[in-house]
């Protein structure tokens, strides 16, 4: 029988980590050696927004260079890992059990909010991966019922990796990259952590209102609820805990964090 996996939330930063991981590539790789090696990973990138959910199901992922104007290096690297076709068809069952109907995207490849840290935890490219798309027009409540019938998936093999970014504002970087992290940024980042450390589910799907400077953190939802995929994953109850945390261009966060339900789960 495989392992009951934890789920995880990465913040992926910017697609230039995968020329320079630096201390967050590092944390990415001692994750992977840290856990099981994992049958497939699932995906869930703030990158792949639909209006309704889809899963890809490629039979080899194509890399999917998802961004404009960057060193042309980042253009070259690719990460062909292959994709879980029958384990797009197990997530799109799962959804549909759970009331969510699925369109299975047979031609999509991974985009770098999933391959930038899947290279960095399986550099060799050979963990089967597949990604789950975010609907931003919704809710951290209707995300975390996504991620709730997905749980079973964690006794299957399945790493179950959200990401994002836990602060995101493009417009409030500093790209001289010299700044320190404004106060806001870091007062969001810090209730994240502590407020999903105390499993407050109340306060986390009420984020917008419950969280300081909350619109100045995540003025678009894009990069924030695939969190909530992840804790739903977790199961009724979980807790997030804060493995990783720093910042880039300023302001962006680079926390990553592990959910379990209840003490030692």
Not at 92 to 106: H, K, M, P, Q, S
């Amino acid at each position: 029988m495989a392992d009951t996996l934890p789920t995880f939330f990465v913040s992926h930063g910017a697609p230039t980590l995968a020329l320079d991981p630096g201390a967050t590539g590092a944390f990415w790789q001692r994750l992977a050696a840290e856990l099981p090696r994992p049958e497939a990973v699932l995906c869930i990138s703030a990158h792949w927004t639909t209006v309704e959910p889809e899963v890809s199901a490629a039979a080899r992922n194509e890399t999917i260079h998802d961004f404009y104007g960057f060193p042309e290096p980042l253009y070259r690297i690719a990460y062909p890992a292959p994709g879980a076709p029958a384990l797009a068809a197990r997530v799109a069952e799962l959804l549909g059990d759970g009331g969510v109907a699925t369109r299975i995207e047979r031609a999509r490849g991974l985009d770098h909010g999933a391959w930038v840290p899947l290279r960095s935890m399986y550099p060799k490219a050979d963990v089967p991966a597949l990604q789950l798309s975010v609907q931003p027009q919704r809710d951290a409540t209707w995300h975390r019922r996504l991620g709730a019938a997905l749980a079973p998936l964690r006794s299957e093999g399945v790493l179950i990796l959200a990401s994002g970014g836990a602060v995101h504002n493009l417009r409030a970087l500093d790209w001289s990259g010299e700044g320190p992290a404004p106060a806001w940024a870091r007062a969001f980042d810090d209730w994240l952590a502590a407020t999903l450390a105390e499993g407050d589910t109340v306060a986390l799907l009420d984020w917008r209102n419950a969280a300081p400077d909350a619109r100045q953190a995540q003025p678009t939802t894009e990069h924030f609820v695939p969190l909530f995929v992840a804790l739903g994953a977790a199961g009724e109850g979980a807790r997030g805990e804060r493995l990783h945390q720093g910042f880039t261009y300023g302001s962006l966060s680079m926390a990553a964090f592990k959910f379990a339900r209840g003490e030692g789960a």
